[in-house]
């Protein structure tokens, strides 16, 4: 059980296809399919069933697969601290939507002009489902907004305060803010995990009460649709203020201001490499001169 033999496994869970790993990973479909091969026959079970042209895990396979992806992690984590003067390899960052489109343009674009040779990947998620892949070696770092929802308190994670993200309620134009109950019984939000939709639904039982049927939530996939929802008359949600600044077009809608939220940068306990270093510098040197307005 090599690490090759893992990557090429991984490929094939993740694609569900030997076609498609052989494409993402350049290498003949042959040769996936006989590591495949390989690789079950010195387990002694077998990783995948084919169903309807898809390759699809086995409980064998889903075992595996956990185990496979903290091998590999750990492996790269090992490669790094062997060489630990310069930025290198692989560098997997998890982050918030908002944080994506509003805070790191710049600091990644400063990132890769000095460090093109690291291979940074970069994939959008709620705060609790990145914190659950940092836990799980799926993410060597993340952005969330803390705290996460339903993370235990002693999760084994080292905390870097990054930014004091200022949020606000937003509401229809001509909806009353001081309403009880509030004329717009529905929460835009991003899906379960998501902390400001957390704050969203704790400032909906505040304006509506908590019985069932009062309030409900219309779950979305981005700001713009979140924000034309408000702008119908329909929704209202919660989001950093940042956001709406951005969206210079976006259709009128009026805000209320709530606490500032903090964006923490988080990793495993005992995960260290100079690729995250080097991004955590970059990330600060911007956050200090672009502070969120107060």
Known sequence: MDLPSLEIFLQVAQTGSITRAAEQLARAQSNVTTRIQQLEESLGVPLFVREARRMVLTPQGTLLQGYATRLLAL??????????????????????ESTAAARLPQPLARFHQAWPQVALELSTAPSRQLVERVLSFEL?????????????????????????????????????????????????????GCTY??????????????????????????????????????????????ILELMRDASPVQTVPLPSCTTMLLRRTGYQSPALDALLSCLQTIGENHAPPA
């Open 140 to 192: 060597d770092a993340a952005l969330v907004a803390w705290p996460a929802p339903d993370i235990a308190a002693d999760a084994p994670l080292v905390l870097t305060p990054m930014y004091e993200e200022p949020l606000c309620m937003i509401l229809p134009q001509g909806a009353d803010p001081a309403a009880r109950p509030l004329a717009v019984s529905t929460l835009a939000a991003f899906t379960e």
């Open 75 to 96: 492996a790269e984590e090992a490669r790094q601290a062997l060489q630990p003067g310069e930025p290198q390899g692989r560098l997997r960052l998890g982050s918030m």
């Open 197 to 242: 939709r957390r704050l969203g639904e704790a400032w909906m039982r505040e304006v509506h009460g908590d019985g069932a049927g009062r309030w409900s939530v219309l779950e979305l996939a981005s700001y713009h649709a979140i924000v034309a929802c408000v702008a119908a008359g329909g929704c209202v949600a919660v989001a950093p203020r940042i």
